[in-house]
């Protein structure tokens, strides 16, 4: 079986690590990268592709950004042409990004099987250009893999039940993975900072960052949560030149996008993490870290009814006061979204479904 990946953003090239590891491990199953180039600066891209060891792309489309229709329909122009030469047996795509999108709409359009990993989450958010991305590719998918229940339940309220199969998540493979080569007591001097004794936060979303004023308030809310403990935020490249505009406040440093290995390292001692990212939800949670998330709604509902991560608006007294909740509680822990063994069910799954060419046969 042939397999076609398509990454593009940072989310999931941590996703796609261990299941390209997996795929090339495997009898009966090849594998090649498409990258986009959506996220292309050295620390968005190529620094995760060398830190998670993933292969080079076979294939980089180099669409780099734009609006939203400009960046998507060059990754569609693209993929065209891609596709149609590889011919492969199945597209396989992750998350919810314009990549993602991108990637299950021109193979569905040619005929050719798509896989959705991280199928069914849902913020019901329609504003956010995520939720849009995940409505469509699970729509247009074949094969739909769910990180736990709650995305199966949301797929058959929208009517999909065939090729729905929950696998856990990939980022747990990925975190397991990383976490084997992370040096916590040097990175933590690095930053110079103590364990359990500062914050870690990232701002990123479109929603929180273009709108001076809202990130403003979210920039004083660290300044509150600052006068507990330090806060170190890596900046995306959309938020950084954003927060040297409005100041930074006292005890914020702001460091460039860090990789899985340090920002693990970080998370897992912080005394809690601020972030407005959907993935480092999840692995602040399985690095058993309280989680403050500046947002309205999350796909990950499961960590915030486990007590671990609370949703909060941008008033800089909720984030303050959610901070200092987040830090003083320490609830039971539940496994959620898998066991690290994702990418495994994963390929038993494809090659079960997928094992002749053509359309998948029905569960
Ligand atoms: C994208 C995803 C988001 C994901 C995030 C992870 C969509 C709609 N959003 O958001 O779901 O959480 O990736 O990081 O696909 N830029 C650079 N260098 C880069 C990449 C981006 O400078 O390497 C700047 C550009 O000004 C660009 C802006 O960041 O316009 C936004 O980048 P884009 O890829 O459009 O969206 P993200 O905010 O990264």
Known sequence: MKTLTVVG????FVQTAPLAREISARPGITGDLIHTGQHYDYEMSELFFSQLELPEPKFHLGVGSG????QTGAMLAELDTVYL???PDVVITHGDTNSTVAAALSAAKLGIP???VEAGLRSWNRGMPEELNRVVTDHLADLLYCPGEAAAENLRNEGITEGVAIVGDLMRDSLRWTMQGVDVPKTLADHGVSSGEFFFATIHRAENTDDRDVLRSILEGLAGVAQIYPVIL??????RPLIHDIGVPPRVEIIEPVGHAEAMALVGDAAAVLTDSGGLQKEVYWLQTPCVTVREQTEWVETVAAGWNRLVTTDPEAIEAATREAVASRPAHP???GDGHTAER???HLLMSLGRRG???SE
């Open 9 to 12: 953003a940072r989310p999931e």
């Open 67 to 70: 609006s939203h229709g400009v």
């Open 85 to 87: 030469g590889e011919q």
């Open 114 to 116: 798509v896989a959705h």
């Open 234 to 239: 890596p900046a995306h490249p959309r938020t």
């Open 335 to 337: 496994e959620l979204y």
């Open 346 to 348: 994963i390929v038993d």
């Open 359 to 361: 359309k998948p046969t």
